[in-house]
């Protein structure tokens, strides 16, 4: 039965990955997975985490099922750390949280959910988007549809543009949007862009499902919330998928959540009683030991506080290496500007080459990066940037 599958080509990121890997050339510059890395080049784990994981074993006595929704104490933190404390949707009884495995997880249940709700909804993705969004929601069922996103002009968002399309969309579409670190563009909304987009979702009755991948890493804890925190203030229903791979370095751990905001609070126990019943069965139950561990950092003084300065350090950093970059890249190829690097935020930034171009650059200068030129500028060190800047004017200056 099985002789009759069609091979399949590598997934474009995960290939990337596995190439970078074999290449034993020590010189190797990996600009192409999107993992935060130090300037030794290492994807470390956090201290926090460390600790956290360490009293976690001394402390766990079972490893027994934990629950359909996983660790209640995760899920009612990280709602927390989403929205901030204090917020409105945090006391309106209309929040429901499920522990995912990772920001995955967390968008497939909600593609579900919807599917459930609606089944012939349309989700639409920005042009681009991150490349798995589209089997993440659409292996479901649901139909997937564009709207324009990125100025490569400019390197900003193409506002008036998104806003021209969403406002054609019939109520009840779905919007898929990243609340910061736009991956793969780096290009995100401002706070005053978050506002204008509201009073359009409300309008048009659009139903937003908000995707927080990288909370911390581009301007700020709270910052990088903005759009959540004021879709979930303003809002009768939106959804929002959490992951915890970036911001607490767990990446393998597969650490998420789906957060839903519903109209009322039989609204929210009807959807979490779908969730529990879609999650059961995908996968039954979420691994608890990420979760595990990020609860103990949420909710310990001194943990929390370690861990809050240990991301304050990498974003410090992704922006040193945006701004070393831009200054790099600017010295080395007069004929381009590349000054949208230290305008968006994040890890993520096209080049800005073509396929020729970025094949060159793994080939033969041994930078790896996606095919369409997505860099991470985390996959920098401040000692190869310089060698990175002239083998990009080599191909393409
Ligand atoms: C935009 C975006 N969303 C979600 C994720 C989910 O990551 P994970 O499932 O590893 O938590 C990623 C990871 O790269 C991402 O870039």
């Known amino acids: 039965m099985l002789e009759h599958l069609d091979r399949l080509p590598p997934d474009p990121i995960l290939g990337v990955m596995t190439a970078f890997r074999a290449d034993t050339d020590p010189r190797k510059v990996d600009l192409g997975v999107g993992v935060f890395r130090d300037d030794a080049g290492e994807t470390p784990i956090m201290r926090a985490v460390r600790e956290a994981e360490q009293e976690l074993i001394a402390r766990q006595k ?127 909304l401002d706070d005053a862009q978050w506002r204008e987009l509201l009073a359009l979702v409300r309008r048009r009755s659009l139903l937003p499902f908000i995707d927080i991948a990288y909370q911390g890493l581009g301007r700020g804890v709270a910052e990088d919330a903005y759009g959540p925190r004021l879709f979930c203030a303003e809002l009768p229903e939106v959804l929002v998928a959490v992951s915890c791979s970036k911001n607490f370095g767990l990446y393998r751990e597969r650490t998420g959540a789906l957060h839903v905001l519903s109209a009322t609070p039989a609204a929210a126990d009807a959807a979490i009683s779908q969730l529990m019943r879609i999650a059961r069965g995908l996968y039954s139950m979420p691994p608890d030991h990420g979760a595990a561990i990020v609860h103990g950092i949420l909710t310990g003084e001194r943990l929390r506080s370690s861990w809050e300065g240990e991301l304050d350090a990498m974003r410090l950093r992704i922006q040193q290496l945006r701004a070393a970059a831009l200054k790099a890249l600017a010295a080395a190829c007069r004929a381009k500007d590349f000054g949208y690097i230290a305008r968006q935020r994040g890890m993520f930034s096209y080049l800005g080459v073509d396929l020729q171009a970025v094949r060159e650059l793994r080939e033969r200068h041994q930078v790896s990066m996606m095919d369409d030129s997505r860099i991470n500028l985390a996959g920098l060190r401040m000692d190869n940037i310089e060698c990175f800047a002239q083998a990009v004017a080599k191909v393409a200056g």
Not at 143 to 170: C, H, I, Q, W
Request: proline share 6%; hydrophobic share 45%.
């Open 62 to 188: 079972t490893k027994t099922y934990v629950a359909a929704v996983g660790n209640a104490g995760f899920n009612e933190a990280m709602a927390q750390l989403v929205l901030g404390q204090g917020h409105a949707a945090l006391a309106s009884g209309r929040l429901r949280t499920i522990q995912a495995p990772g920001g995955c997880g967390a968008l497939r249940l909600g593609a579900e959910l919807i599917r459930a709700a609606a089944p012939d909804a349309v989700v639409h993705v920005s042009t681009p988007t991150w490349a798995n969004h589209v089997p993440l929601l659409s292996n479901c069922g649901l139909k997937l549809e564009r709207y324009p996103y990125f100025n490569s002009a400019t390197g900003g968002v193409a506002f008036d543009a998104m806003l021209g399309a969403l406002d054609r969309l019939p109520p009840r579409s779905v919007v898929l949007l990243h609340a910061s670190c736009h991956n793969p563009t780096g290009a995100d």
